[in-house]
């Protein structure tokens, strides 16, 4: 399978993702023309530096090395605390402004690594390596980074885009099929608020991806990043389109909160907070209910949750209100009017959203 090269346009800050088979191989000859020269250090989920660090030593070996810095695996790693561990262990070990930092993992890895790499000196060079489906079809594009708090999820975090992205299809091959789960999640999404076409490749593409068929996988990773590129490059810092990127996500991060960053992983928390958005649009008659049943039957065919029994709906409107994607104090919801065509809006009754909260967690 040819390894692909999209760009993210981005003027100054433009950069490459690389999609396909091999291509965390490629890695050393590719940071040649963008390393400044300093130490290299590669953050890490520790299971993920377990299972790819020595491949990504080996890519780097014809121009340099890199010293490995890991933090434990998953969603309570996101934090303050690790992000702080991991700025020390960076001076400690003389990291320089012309240092790079490379991102291996997950989301969790991309969105901690990203954030030290923005705060470390005032900023240095930043590349991420994806190694779950949901960082290879969103996280790791865009320049989104970022920490939790306990009063809620990414309060803290900077824009600072990667100088690389490099998507390697093989790497999810090790990926328990729960996660794949997950980056399918954030795949249908970009069919639903972006284009139907797409929507309809990845549903007829997920029982390949869910058997970690390389060529299904590059084909879905490609397609998400042509659309996330796209939308960054038009509204890098979220002051319009690129909101629609959060579909899902007033009610799936406070699924995530509320179920305490482990009963609900972020993928399947969208995928729940996609159908919920669908019931208030539908609700409000910002769509027909026949979008509600294609959100839900197109997340249920893949596996994932369409409800969330035995949560409690006040505290899930209580982290609602929380949501730091507010106008004027009001929460932002992104609601579909059809498939491929989503609406911004702040304008939705609270009656209308207890109400599909009880029917979710009923
Ligand atoms: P994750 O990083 O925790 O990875 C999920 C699990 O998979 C972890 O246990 C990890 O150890 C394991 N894993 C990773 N790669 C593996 C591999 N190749 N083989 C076997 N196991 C592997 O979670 P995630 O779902 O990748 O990311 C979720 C995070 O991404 C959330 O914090 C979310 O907020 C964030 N996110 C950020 C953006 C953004 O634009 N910055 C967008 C979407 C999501
Ligand atoms: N995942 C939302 C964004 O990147 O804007």
């Not at 969603?75 to 700025?87: D, I, N």
């Not at 989104?144 to 306990?150: A, D, W």
């Not at 996660?179 to 029982?207: P, T």
């Not at 058997?211 to 084909?219: H, K, Q, R």
Request: proline share 5%.
């Amino acid at each position: 399978m040819p390894v692909d090269r999209l760009p993210v346009d981005l003027g100054g800050r433009s950069y490459d993702i690389l999609v396909g088979a091999g291509a965390l191989d490629r890695l050393g000859e590719e940071l040649a023309p963008l390393w400044r020269g300093g130490p290299v250090f590669c953050i890490a989920d520790e299971r993920v530096w377990g299972l790819y660090g020595a491949a990504v030593q080996t890519a780097l070996r014809p121009t340099g090395s890199c010293s490995g810095l890991t933090f434990r695996s998953g969603e309570p790693s996101k934090t303050w605390a690790t992000a702080g561990r991991l700025l020390r262990d960076l001076a400690a070990e003389g990291m320089a402004r012309d240092g790079l930092v490379l991102s291996l993992g997950g989301g969790v890895a991309g969105d901690l690594a990203g954030f030290v790499a923005a705060s470390y000196a005032r900023g240095v060079d930043f590349v991420q390596l994806p190694t779950t489906l949901l960082a290879q079809v969103d996280s790791s594009v865009g320049g989104k980074t970022g920490v939790n708090l306990p009063e809620g999820k990414n309060l803290v975090g900077a824009f600072h885009q990667p100088r690389l992205v490099v998507c390697d299809p093989l790497t999810l091959g090790s990926l328990p099929r729960r996660e794949i789960r997950c980056g399918l999640a954030e795949a249908l999404k970009h069919g639903f608020i972006a284009d139907g076409m797409y929507l309809a490749q990845v549903q007829s593409l997920s029982e390949h991806a869910l058997s970690a068929d390389p060529a299904a996988l590059g084909e879905i990773v490609a397609g998400s990043c042509r659309i996330k590129a796209a939308v960054v490059k038009a509204d890098e810092r979220e002051a319009g389109l690129r909101a629609t990127l959060n579909f899902g996500h007033t009610i799936g991060h406070a699924i995530e909160k509320v179920g305490g960053y482990r009963r609900y992983r972020h993928g399947e928390a969208v995928a729940i907070g996609m159908v919920g958005a669908a019931m208030v649009g539908a609700r409000m008659g910002v769509c027909d209910g026949s979008v509600v049943d294609h959100v839900r039957a197109a997340m249920g065919r893949v596996g994932l949750p369409t409800a969330a029994p035995g949560l409690d709906a006040d505290e899930l409107l209580q982290a609602i209100s929380h949501d730091k994607k507010t106008e004027r104090g009001r929460v932002r919801w992104v609601l579909p009017i059809d498939v491929g065509k989503v609406t911004v809006t702040p304008e939705v009754p609270q009656r209308t959203v207890v109400r599909v909260l009880r029917e979710l967690v009923g």
